[in-house]
């Protein structure tokens, strides 16, 4: 069991999806190793509290990776250490810029706004696209990062993640929405991937591009 100053800290000061993270935990891959994946999230939630913290939360990974000799457990702690360096090294601005999508991360869900951020430059009203897995359009469970350009949405739905295992050209699909900028938590128009990140509850005219 996870404690609560844990949860209030991965749930309010990393906005982590608790629910996501904690199905991780119950999963076939993780679940036999579920007490020491724990103790191990309450391990990180101490090490920030440390000067050192960054060596401290690679300490604590180099540890337990040790402990349990297994290849899931291990792709889940060194998920939970990035993500925790990453918080560590430059608050939740940091957590979500940075975060991995090449296998299994914990899901940070924004809840207010990242600055700097470019959001005034924004049209009121902006058309968005976002390269994905045909799962978010068929659950309308979106993800929070979308982008201006349609060719780049594209990159990510069919290039980026070509080498992974887990890809499949048939199952990724590109979206297109509208969202107002007062729903907008995070825009950076002055790189290629043009990001902007939404509340995917505000989203609207969501549909297939083809």
């Keep these: 069991m996870i404690s609560e100053l844990a949860i209030s800290l991965l749930r309010d000061d990393m906005s982590i999806d608790i629910e996501h993270l904690k199905s ?3 999963s076939n891959s993780v679940s036999q ?3 020491c994946a724990v103790e191990a999230l309450e391990s990180f939630v101490q090490s920030l509290s440390c000067s050192n913290a ?7 990974a180099s540890r337990y990776i040790e402990l349990v000799s297994d290849w899931e457990f291990e792709e889940f702690i060194d998920s939970m250490r990035h993500a925790f360096v990453a918080y560590s090294q430059g608050g939740l601005r940091d957590l979500f810029l940075h975060q991995e999508n ?3 991360y914990p899901r940070v869900k924004l809840k207010h706004a990242l600055t700097p951020n470019d ?8 058309t968005v696209y976002r390269g994905c897995d045909l799962i978010e359009s068929n ?7 979308w982008t201006k350009s349609e060719e780049v949405a594209r990159e990510f739905a069919f290039v980026h993640y070509s080498s992974q295992a887990w ?5 990724r699909c590109v979206l297109k929405a509208t969202i107002h900028k007062d729903h907008v938590f995070y825009s950076d128009q002055s ?5 902007v990140v939404v509340d995917t509850e505000k989203l609207r005219n969501v549909e297939l591009c083809a």
């Design 24 to 26: 991780k935990l119950d």
């Design 33 to 35: 190793f579920k007490s």
């Design 54 to 60: 960054k060596e401290e939360i690679n300490n604590v």
């Design 102 to 104: 090449q296998a299994w």
């Design 119 to 126: 959001i005034h430059t924004l049209c009121d009203f902006v």
């Design 139 to 145: 659950t309308r469970e979106y993800g929070q990062s």
């Design 167 to 171: 890809f499949s050209k048939a199952s």
């Design 191 to 195: 790189k290629h991937e043009q990001e």
